[in-house]
Each structure stands twice: as C-alpha cells, then as structure tokens.
T-cell receptor, first 114, second 114 residues
Framework: DTAVSQTPKYLVTQMGNDKSIKCEQNLGHDTMYWYKQDSKKFLKIMFSYNNKELIINETVPNRFSPKSPDKAHLNLHINSLELGDSAVYFC?????????????FGPGTRLTVT | AQTVTQSQPEMSVQEAETVTLSCTYDTSESDYYLFWYKQPPSRQMILVIRQEAYKQQNATENRFSVNFQKAAKSFSLKISDSQLGDAAMYFCACINTNAGKSTFGDGTTLTVKP
C-alpha cells in the first residue's frame, strides 16, 4: 500500500512542451506539498495546499500551476518547459494538528528537459 | 524568514562508530517542529526522527538521537553504531505550525566506511 504515489517516475520531454505530474495520497492527510530538488540536491518547497486551498506559494514561475481536485490529489502542471526545470519533483503530505506535522514523501519524479 | 543551515556538506564514519550531523535553524515562530530526513541513493525521503520544539527532552529512535538546544537553535543528529545502510544524504527540516511552512537544509552526505 503506497502512502504517497506520483506518476510518472521519469519524464523526458523537450523545451517548450507542457507536462503534468500527478500525486495521490491515501493517508487521509489534509495538506499536500510540491518540492523541487535540483542537481545539487537542494530541496525547496514550491507549493502547499490545505484542504484543496493554496496556502504557500513560494517564488515559482507562473508556468507552474498546481491543481488540487480533492484532498487526496495534488497535481503539478508545467507550461513551456525550460532546461532549468530539469530536477526531481517530490510530492508530500501531512496532517496539520496531529502526528507532529511530519511529511510523507512520494518517490519523486525525475524530469529531464532536453 | 525561516532558515535551516547544515554546515557539513559531507561527513564520513567508520562502521560501528558514532557520528554527529550538525544543524542550526532560525525561525520567528514559537510553535514549530524539527525533523531529520534520510535520502538514500533510491531518492526516497525517509523520516528519521522528529522533535517538537515545546519539548525539552531530546528525541530518540533506536540508534538515532538528537541534541536539541532551543536557545541556541541547534538540532544535531547523532547516529550510534553506524551501519552501511546509514549511508545517505541527511536533511534537517523546520516546519512551523502557523503557516505550515517547511524549510529544509542543504543536506549532509554521510559515507559509512566498512
């Protein structure tokens, strides 16, 4: 039983294309996140959603648009992909107010833009 | 701004020995949680240990323990009886409960020598 799943695990695409990464959690958590891990392994938060509402939006190009159809899903859509978007993208979830806010991470999606 | 600093990009330890990874943080929030995550080559982010900021007692999980110095804003991780499977990148993280903002350090790569 996968707690946080992401699809696809690998994504290779060309500059200028539009792509989406899907994330689903079956933990019943109310908060979900997107992180970007660059080639130097630095992990930066991009977005955070609580009960389908955006609560954190870090300085991220507006080519990136998260969408949360329900509490269990948080998808990431990227328009006009650029070389600098190549990274590993992690989805995570947590439950605010209990279980000490620990975040459970998905396996990551390695995006390569050529 | 919330910051997390890991001053040791790389550390190494002999198998069965003890190693301590450093982490300092800065936050203006009064209510927050601190975590150590492990990222092995598989890239899966795995929670190692958590610490509630309001608790004075240092958290312990089997061979992993923390030294939490709230006044100094220090949160180091001690790994006892190091095993080959402990080799990974370790991230320190601070999550504040007010806005749910999470900040990760830049990571420390731990090598375990047989």
């Amino acid at each position: 039983d996968t707690a946080v799943s992401q699809t696809p695990k690998y994504l290779v695409t060309q500059m200028g294309n539009d792509k989406s990464i899907k994330c689903e959690q079956n933990l019943g958590h109310d908060t979900m996140y997107w992180y970007k891990q660059d080639s130097k392994k630095f992990l930066k938060i991009m977005f955070s959603y609580n009960n389908k509402e955006l609560i954190i939006n870090e300085t991220v190009p507006n080519r990136f648009s998260p969408k949360s159809p329900d509490k269990a899903h948080l998808n990431l859509h990227i328009n006009s992909l650029e070389l600098g978007d190549s990274a590993v993208y992690f989805c995570a979830s947590s439950q605010a107010g209990r279980v000490r806010y620990e975040q459970y991470f998905g396996p990551g999606t390695r995006l390569t833009v050529t | 701004a919330q910051t997390v600093t890991q001053s040791q990009p790389e550390m190494s330890v002999q198998e069965a020995e003890t190693v301590t990874l450093s982490c300092t943080y800065d936050t203006s929030e009064s209510d927050y949680y601190l975590f150590w995550y492990k990222q092995p080559p598989s890239r899966q982010m795995i929670l190692v240990i958590r610490q509630e900021a309001y608790k004075q007692q240092n958290a312990t999980e089997n061979r992993f323990s923390v030294n939490f110095q709230k006044a100094a804003k220090s949160f180091s991780l001690k790994i006892s009886d190091s095993q080959l499977g402990d080799a990974a990148m370790y991230f320190c993280a601070c999550i504040n409960t007010n806005a749910g903002k999470s900040t990760f350090g830049d990571g420390t790569t731990l090598t375990v020598k047989p």
